[in-house]
């Protein structure tokens, strides 16, 4: 009898053992954006590259301290190293558009004809047309397609933790004859623009958080120099009701954590996963550390990465916590009791 109630153990924690570490999917906000755009209605203005000028969606969103705004692109693979052959231009400007007190702005990622890439932001003109103010964050996933995330203080557009934004909208253009500065002058023709989208109102302050999600973390994380890590944080629900909420991520200067919102519904008294990867920039030595901040719970979690030259547990980036310890120990228990039997 006794060893019977070992194995059955055993089997049980290693079965409640690939539960645990299950993933759980989660929506990110490229599911509800507030500007869509057909597929394929890019101009044709010449025969190739008309992708890389294709806009399918854009979104806003904020982490409190930053308006962050996405531009979803039908294809951006190897966008920064050749973008001499995208419909025969000299470059090109990726802008996400918005209305604020009425002003318009607008956030940009331009590539020029040698593979430059710049962040910037802006307002528009009546006379001059764009005008740019100065340079923000962004980055972009070099894929089909691919997604261009700009960052830029609230503070630039005369916001603070309120706001709305309206006449949302997202373009690209093609440049010519001005291969370096490619929104100073030159021939631009507009390769894509979308209808105007829905408003959208800051919505990621701590007045706005809710109160019945907590999020939790168990473990530390590691992220290689240059390298990008994984690890797990959990949203429980502590409610009878369901609850949905925008998550966003925060993380020092230099280093990239992914994703930064997401949306996501977590059902009454249950929990969710949500996994982030972090990216270690490769200027970093090791030892050097990052803070990473996620709010839109009761309270923000504060996570610390370590940069290292090799992780300590193979490659994800996470030293397991106490639910691994726990069963392994667990395991042990009931290959003692199965010995004893013997």
């Known amino acids: 009898m006794k060893m019977k109630f070992a194995a059955l153990l055993l089997v049980g924690l290693m079965v409640w053992g690939a539960m645990a570490f299950a993933d759980f999917a989660n929506a990110g906000s490229e599911q509800t954006p507030e500007v869509t755009d057909p597929e394929g209605d890019a101009s044709t203005l010449t025969t190739q590259g008309t992708q890389y000028f294709d806009v399918l969606a854009a979104w806003f969103d904020s982490d409190g301290k930053n308006l962050i705004t996405s531009l979803k692109i039908a294809d951006l693979t190897g966008v920064g190293s050749q973008a001499n052959l995208m419909a025969g231009g000299d470059g090109a400007v990726y802008y996400v558009r918005f209305t604020i007190k009425d002003k318009s702005w607008f956030t940009s990622m331009s590539v020029t004809a ?69 929104i100073t002058g030159g021939l631009v023709n507009v390769a894509d623009d979308t209808e ?93 550390t990052a803070t990473i901040t996620i709010t839109g719970g009761k309270s923000p979690l504060v996570v610390t990465v370590k940069a290292v030259s090799e992780p300590s547990n193979g490659g994800t980036g996470k030293t397991p916590g106490f639910e691994m310890l726990g069963l392994l120990g667990a395991i042990g228990v009931a290959a003692v009791l199965l010995r004893r039997k013997k």
Do not use: C
Request: aromatic residues 8%.
């Open 196 to 288: 105007m989208g829905k408003d959208y109102t800051l919505g990621s302050s701590p007045e706005t958080a809710n109160p019945a999600v907590e999020f939790s973390f168990d473990g530390t994380v590691e992220a290689q120099i240059g390298k990008t890590a994984s690890f797990d944080v959990i949203a429980t629900n502590t409610q009878n009701i369901s609850a949905s909420i925008t998550v966003s991520a925060n993380i020092s200067e230099n280093w990239v954590i992914s994703p930064i919102s997401t949306q996501i519904t977590v059902d009454a008294k249950g929990n969710q996963t949500i996994t982030y990867t972090v990216t270690a920039p490769a200027s970093a030595k090791v030892g050097d």
């Open 114 to 182: 040698t593979g430059t890439t710049k962040y910037d932001y802006g307002y528009v003109d009546a006379t001059l047309g764009n005008s740019v103010v100065g340079s923000i964050e962004g980055t972009y996933t070099n894929a089909a397609p691919g997604i261009i995330t700009m960052k830029a203080p609230l503070g630039n557009f005369g916001l603070k933790k309120t706001g709305a934004l309206t006449d949302t909208q997202g373009e690209t253009d093609i440049y010519r004859g001005v291969p370096e500065e490619i």
